[in-house]
């Protein structure tokens, strides 16, 4: 696709509800990351994965945050059992090299995740 | 670890100005940094990067220094344009790493 594309726009749950959000990376691009915005602040690192595998995952906050990237392409961020800290936006970012060669990321436009 | 951190939150300018936007950063083994630009709404967008072993790298109307010395580096923009304004971050990357840890931002606002 033209860029990395995220899905939904904004997703507002219940605390305690399970919430998926996806991330359609930019085609053919090795790496795709997960991170975690604050209001005014810098991206947080959650994980990340080279084509199927998961290479880092220590930025994940619980075990109740998990991802998956099963073929090497779409990759879906879940949280289980939502909190109100959970709340922020969440963006993805895709990347064509692999490790050692440069991180330039492309960023998508985020899921902002409200927990009531 | 890391921690990249920024000097001034916000900069304000004049339309025509040239900008200066600063960051620090924590680890000497850092051996790869980006400036990224982001507008509201919007995700972060690549602007430039510099690799440790080199001290100025240019661009369109940018220009990144780095002084490793000092762990320091700033993005200049030449003539700033109100299009220019945003919230620029810093990241770097720590050799044998593969992820950017990003400073918390400053916010450019350009006057007419």
């Known amino acids: 696709g033209a860029g990395v594309s995220q899905s939904p726009r904004y997703k507002v749950t219940k605390r305690g509800q399970d919430v998926a959000l996806r991330c359609d990376p930019i085609?053919?691009?090795?790496?795709l990351y997960w991170y975690r915005q604050a209001l005014g602040q810098g991206p947080e690192f959650l994980t990340y994965?080279?084509?199927?595998?998961?290479?880092?995952k220590s930025g994940l906050p619980n075990d109740r945050f998990s991802a998956e990237r099963p073929e090497g392409s779409i990759s879906t961020l879940t949280i289980q059992r939502t909190e109100q800290r959970d709340s922020a936006m969440y963006r993805c970012?895709?990347?064509?090299?692999?490790?050692?060669?440069?991180?330039?990321?492309?960023f998508g436009s985020g899921t902002q995740l409200s927990v009531l | 670890g890391e921690s990249v951190g920024l000097h001034l939150p916000t900069l304000s300018v004049q339309e025509g100005d040239n900008s200066i936007i600063n960051c620090a950063y924590s680890?000497?083994?850092?051996?790869?940094f980006i400036w990224y630009k982001q507008e509201s709404g919007k995700g972060p967008q690549f602007i430039i990067d510099?690799?440790?072993?080199?001290d100025k790298r240019q661009g369109q109307r940018v220009t990144v220094l780095l002084n490793k010395t000092v762990k320091h580096l700033s993005l200049q923009i030449a003539a700033t344009q109100p299009g220019d304004s945003a919230v620029y971050f810093c990241?770097?990357?720590?050799?044998?790493?593969?992820?950017?840890?990003f400073g918390k931002g400053t916010m450019l606002l350009v006057s007419p």
């Open positions: 970012a895709s990347s064509h090299t692999s490790p050692g060669e440069g991180k330039k990321l492309f």
């Open positions: 085609s053919g691009h090795v790496s």
């Open positions: 994965f080279n084509y199927e595998a998961q290479q880092d």
């Open positions: 680890n000497s083994a850092s051996d790869y």
């Open positions: 510099i690799r440790s072993n080199m």
């Open positions: 990241a770097a990357l720590e050799a044998g790493y593969s992820t950017l840890t």
